[in-house]
């Protein structure tokens, strides 16, 4: 009997040690998804990445349906700052980003682990009310220019003044979100706002003051993370979160998914289904929904932390080593037979030789 009480006691002892990982949880009940945008009026959905797409199409739900996993979703119309400050509180654990909002975050010590790559060039247009006299941005000096500041918007007005020689200080720089600012210039409350001009054009609203055809020195790359707690907790989840989304992006490049993307995109309402038309003629779906952390990736990231500093967005620098994880991307690209589906871009945008 005696010798039967120590062997229960050992047992019960070594279950005891065990039991961390007996009791580890292998996959979260459920993943909670930040995307850094909303539709018109704060509708929960939005358009131009594959992660939009893989929202709209349920793509996620099905993946982790089998495993009662729920997928939550959260839509921020204070865009790239309101996923920060929810990253802040713990409360997303995977999210898609503009280069501005992600350094910022990365600078105050949010901590984590970049995905793959969601979107990329692009024309950029500078649009006025429709009356506007203005023949170029040196007629605006002084003027009204809104952008909605602590987004990547920010950061890309900030490209597009240094191009012609200017800077915000040269301007009446106006915080607005996209609505706000379209409405602004029906109103002529503002004098200038960079956005996509085909519906305010059709609407008799705006008119293009200058565009600016694809230039990767101007346009920036979107990014998905994950959090560095959730991905150390739950790797496997995070694969298969990647790999859905990699075939998402498949789904998105194919051309013959072009109007049905440009369809679903529109239904956000902050860019009409006809300006994805147009503002996306001359690209091919595969160059603009890579999901590649390739070399020009890496580089545009790296303009983006430097210009952040000098035209003191951010305070401190931001280093990006150990910030990428390209594992889970590489694996998903490898089983999904899809390592040489997009051409990977050199630092200047060009397809790599």
């Not at 995307?35 to 199409?57: H, Q």
């Not at 280069?99 to 901590?111: A, W």
């Not at 006809?274 to 003629?281: A, E, H, N, R």
């Amino acid at each position: 009997m005696k010798k039967l009480a120590v062997f229960l006691t050992s047992a019960i002892v070594a279950l005891a040690g065990l039991s961390p990982l007996a009791q580890a949880e292998d996959k979260p009940t459920e993943i909670r998804i930040a995307y850094s945008g909303a539709g018109t009026g704060g509708r929960p959905l939005s358009g131009g990445t594959i992660l939009a797409t893989a929202n709209l199409r349920g793509l996620l739900e099905q993946e982790f349906k089998a495993d009662g996993i729920k997928v939550k979703w959260n839509f921020f119309p204070g865009a790239g700052p309101a996923t920060n400050e929810a990253f802040a509180n713990k409360l997303v654990d995977f999210a898609y980003h503009g280069d501005l909002p992600l350094i910022v975050g990365r600078s105050t010590g949010l901590k984590h682990k970049i995905l793959l790559s969601l979107g990329r060039f692009g024309n950029t247009y500078f649009v006025v009310p429709s009356d506007s006299e203005a023949k170029s941005l040196a007629d605006l000096k002084g003027k009204r220019i809104a952008v909605f500041k602590g987004t990547a918007a920010q950061l890309t007005l900030a490209r597009v003044l240094e191009k012609y020689g200017y800077t915000e200080k040269d301007f009446k720089v106006i915080s607005m979100d996209n609505d706000t600012a379209k409405a602004a210039l029906a109103t002529k409350d503002i004098d200038g706002y960079i956005t996509t001009p085909f519906d305010l054009e059709a609407r008799g609203v705006g008119k293009i003051l200058f565009q600016i055809p694809r230039d990767p020195k101007v346009t920036s790359v979107g990014t998905f993370w994950v959090s560095e707690d959730f991905e150390k907790k739950y790797p496997q989840i995070v694969q298969r979160v990647v790999t859905a989304l990699v075939k998402e992006a498949q789904w998105d490049s194919d051309e013959k998914n072009r109007d049905q993307l440009f369809k679903f995109w529109g239904q956000a309402g902050s860019t009409p289904y006809g300006d994805y038309v147009k503002s996306w003629q001359g690209y091919t779906l595969k160059e603009r929904n890579s999901p590649l952390l390739d070399d020009y990736y890496v580089a545009a990231l790296k303009k983006a932390i430097d210009e952040s500093r000098r035209f003191k967005l951010v305070r401190s620098n931001v280093d990006i080593n150990g910030w990428l994880e390209p594992k889970y991307l590489n694996q998903a690209l490898k089983d999904l037979k899809l390592e040489s589906y997009w051409q990977a871009n050199d630092a200047d945008g060009n397809v790599k030789k």
